[in-house]
């Protein structure tokens, strides 16, 4: 994938929101601003614009000036910090973004020649901060914007992508979900809960809390506690899938790879299966 460097701006006064701590509310039990960071592992440079705050992954700090100076502001600040040719830029408010998509915008931008890859959303709206920068024609049209208007001060981003060629990438229908009033947090809240997405969201939100990196196939350990519990005793089932992940991180720090879960889940199903066997 093309190396990037990462700025995600993550300051604004959340007027709708009553003044709260937009990146640090919580949904699915993390942070908006760790849910847009977990979208972007792989960056060089994580550049977050913005007050201080703990975060599941180190980052880079910085603040536009002024303080509140707008969106404009905010990027030229964040430019400022990094260094590779290409940039992506997020808002902290994407509880729903996810590396497939952050992989799509930066591979439009390698594969088109064009000068930035914005997300357009399901209504054909471009979104300049969910999207993927060449930083030499960024810097370019940052700086000319300043001169122009004696500063970027409450600029609007619309004059910037302007400026820009672009290509653009369609979102999926969470992609561009934004969270800017109460009604978009508990709307996101909910989306989490539902029954095809509350699984995986959980061991993300877990892995995420531990430190964990390694890959989990949910259905995998889940027919292992299915047979665990039926064929040996219930309590069986946590235990069993305890000791599976245990014994998985233990061979992928030996170098074992990611399909260290599958095979010490596959052991532990055949021993669940020889017990029920015997009984």
């Given at each position: ?11 604004g ?15 699915g ?12 592992p ?28 707008g ?28 590396e ?35 930083a ?5 049209e ?27 990438v ?43 990196e ?66």
């Open positions: 994938m093309t190396a990037y460097d990462a700025i995600v701006l993550a300051g006064a959340a007027k709708r929101l009553g003044g709260a701590d937009k990146p640090g509310l919580s949904v039990g993390r942070a908006l601003l760790d849910r847009v960071l977990s979208a972007c792989d960056a060089g440079v994580t550049v977050v614009v913005g007050g201080r705050r703990p975060t599941a992954r180190p980052v880079v700090w910085t603040r536009e000036e002024p303080a509140g100076g969106p404009l502001t905010a990027l030229d600040a964040g430019v400022r910090r990094t260094s590779a040719e290409s940039l992506l830029v997020l808002s902290a408010d994407l509880p729903f973004l996810g497939q998509t952050v992989r799509q915008l930066l591979a439009a931008l390698g594969h088109s020649g064009r000068e930035a890859a914005l997300l357009a959303d399901p209504d054909g709206r471009d979104q300049p901060l969910v999207a993927a920068y060449r030499e024609p960024l810097r370019r940052l700086a000319l914007l300043a001169t122009e208007h004696g500063g970027l001060t409450g600029l609007p981003l619309r004059l910037l992508t302007a400026e820009l060629d672009l290509t653009r369609a979102a999926g229908p969470l992609d561009s979900f934004d969270c800017d009033t109460w009604d978009d947090i508990a709307a996101a809240r909910a989306q989490i809960r539902e029954h095809g997405n509350v699984l995986d969201e959980w061991i993300t939100a877990v892995k995420d809390e531990l430190g964990i390694l890959d989990v196939d949910t259905a995998v350990l889940l027919d292992l506690a299915r047979d665990a519990a039926h064929g040996v005793a219930r309590p069986a089932a946590p235990l069993t899938t305890f000791l599976v992940g245990y014994a998985a991180a233990k061979a992928e720090k030996a170098g074992g790879g990611p399909e260290a879960v599958a095979e010490a889940a596959r052991k532990a199903a055949a021993l669940a299966a020889r017990w029920a066997d015997e009984g």
